[in-house]
């Protein structure tokens, strides 16, 4: 993504905090994955979506109209050493000529620097509650502040939420971000299909796991967004089954639902389709009531819609169509205002996407639903979970159909980001047997 991206996102934060504040976020933390083995490292989405730094062990602090320098980062030294084992780093000078920081300074002198620039300031952003040594570090620093009160010195009197302020602006994606999330989706989609068509009776789920994770790395999705679902038969059930350790079997479903992360973007996409290649009459009676919940809901996907409405069209044709299957039984206005779709209907309609697979952006805004904008990505992913019971019907058990799709609210509409993969059940099965 281009420097520039990035510079006018700081801009844009700076303009909002105004003089007289300063604006500090920590970098990720590197997290370990056993004894002295890391997990691989990711940096934080806000820290990412400001400064572009992918080191762990930074700093950045933005202090809007500050004469020597808006923009500081502090990170890690070069260290011949240290470099020759773990790779290079930008260092002080990298992290002002590519990063494009005013001024940079080593991590190990923050303690030194940092209450210096809070002391001016009367308001401090930045986003609390997610590191706790960070927030430790920042209480740390204001109590130094408060300490030295008698030679004159005021320490912030304002504390913001910095992280809510990033999350509004991550929600609106620029062109660049499109494109980003355009390609994540892409090689999303053609990991789904290659699954579809490796996809037999006999194998383990975690062989497709493997072809997945393939697709997404020759691609260039170096990580998945999330950790990849492959649930077939029962295990579907289960929401976010990640074990992915049983054998697939013929006249089984299997639901896949993954996401690819592309240049910190994510994509997040579930296909439900036979094992075998073809679905049986129940398995396909529920897709189509699937799909047409998910239809219901596009309906009310555009501009000035109210996030909620896509929800509530779907559990109006959930309630509808269970009944006809005679899996919910009573009343229609009954068992809606009573919510009995949710025992099949366990989750909400979608979320938001972006650089986070649930992007944390608000969904209400002084207490009602936010109405959907262009530049906004979300999921539409209406799914019938039906476990085993004696009181449903045994042709009913362990079918769990999900479908996700991904859409960009336009001017005019949506726009179907994920449409190029098969979706109906005509269009799975002619995709499964090669047609
Ligand atoms: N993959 C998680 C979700 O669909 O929300
Ligand atoms: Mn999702
Ligand atoms: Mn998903």
Redesign the pocket.
Known sequence: MDKTEFKFRREELMDIMGKGSIAILSAAPMQIRSHDVHYPYRQDSNFYYLTAFPEPDALAVFIPEREQGQYIIFCRENDPYEENWHGKRAGLEGACEIYGADDAFPITDIDDIVPGLMESCKSLYYPMGYYPDFDDQIMGWMNQLRRRARSGIVAPTEMVALDQILYEMRLFKSDAELEAMRTANDITIRAHKRAMRFCRPGLYEYELEAEIKHEFMRHGSRSPA?PP?VASGENACTF?YTKNSSVLKDGDLVLI?I?AEFDYYAS?I?RTFPINGHFTPAQKTIYELVLKTQQAAFKQIGPGKPWNAANEAAVEVVTQELIKLGLLVGKYETLLEEEAYKRFFVSRIG?WLGMD??EPSNYKIDGLWRELEPGIVM?V?PGIYISASEDIAEEWWNIAIRI?DNVLITESGYDLLTSALPRTVAEIEAFMAGI
Do not use: K, L, R
């Open positions: 999330f679902i976010h639902d996401g997040d579930t979320h697979v649930h999921t992913e996700e």
